[in-house]
């Protein structure tokens, strides 16, 4: 019932005659469903300590090393999304974007090169921008915690320029008077830094509920529930099939270089977890 709804934004009445249970017991029973699964697993989408290891992050810097950055030590993207929402009874002004022109909230995640999303925060309100949603999830302590190579070496997520260049973070070059090698810098990282935003849009493929946004009430519903739920979801989605991300990396930067053991440990270094490895207490 609760995959669903959340697959086709159906409406509590066409549930109920699909399974033939009360419009009343198919809104309790997937409301639990729900909230059961976040509480059991919402660690994951905080920090995921047994499988993001510093070993897991060192496969990672290479694959997207093959891919064309000068540099072997970023291991995953970071960025936000703006989710709409159904205008809000009380409040309205914190939730109006004036540039989308509607009501939203705002999320961020840090999506890894096998396809998964390892963090997500959120929502905030819309007057928010990215730097804020960064500070308040307290993900640079995380990072500069457990995102470091044996010998100490940092390893970093990229993001936009609404970030804030760090030890773990890196940003794109800046101004009008860079360099070459620096406008190389960026128009590579950008190829790299758009499979974040393919992470949301996969997310909303299998789970339509998410852009039907009469269903997405804030203040009556458990919306930032409804938008992480999908997000664990997803990443049991990647364990069973190859999505695009993943197939995106598993294609080697050097065409030259197609010899079968390379391939091999391309494909080796993106597979992702099995379903029992993933959803661990």
Not at 113 to 127: A, C, E, K, T, Y
Not at 188 to 207: C, D, P, Q, Y
Request: net charge positive; hydrophobic share 40%; aromatic share 10%.
């Amino acid at each position: 019932m609760l995959l669903g709804g959340l697959a086709y934004s159906n409406q509590l009445s066409d549930m109920a005659m699909k399974f033939g249970w009360s419009v009343e017991r198919i809104s309790r029973i997937s409301t639990t469903i729900q909230s059961m699964i976040h509480e059991r697993w919402k660690h994951l989408l905080e920090w995921d300590h047994q499988r993001l290891t510093p070993a897991r992050l060192l496969q990672y810097a290479p694959t997207i090393e093959r891919k064309g950055p000068p540099i072997g030590t970023v291991w995953g993207f970071v960025d936000g999304t703006i989710r709409a929402i159904a205008r809000p009874t009380r409040r309205q002004r914190t939730c109006y974007n004036g540039w989308k022109r509607k009501h939203c909230l705002k999320y961020h995640a840090i999506v890894s090169p096998d396809g998964l999303i390892s963090h997500v925060f959120g929502p905030v309100d819309r007057r928010r921008n990215d730097a804020f949603l960064w500070r308040e999830s307290n993900l640079l302590k995380i990072l500069q915690q457990h995102t470091h190579a044996p010998d100490g070496t940092p390893l970093q997520v990229y993001g936009d320029p609404a970030y804030s260049l760090s030890n773990v973070l890196l940003t794109p070059y800046q101004g009008a008077q860079i360099t070459p090698n620096q406008r190389l810098w960026n128009r590579t990282m950008s190829r790299l830094w758009i499979v974040a935003e393919w992470a949301f849009k996969e997310m909303v493929n299998l789970f339509g509920f998410l852009d039907y946004v009469k269903n997405q009430k804030h203040l009556l519903q458990l919306v930032g529930v409804q938008f992480r739920v999908p997000a664990l979801l997803h990443n049991a989605h990647v364990c069973l099939h190859r999505p695009q991300i993943r197939q995106y990396f598993e294609l080697l930067h050097d065409q030259d270089n197609e010899l079968e053991g390379e391939e091999m440990i391309e494909e080796q270094l993106l597979e992702p977890p099995s379903l029992l490895e993933y959803f661990h207490n």
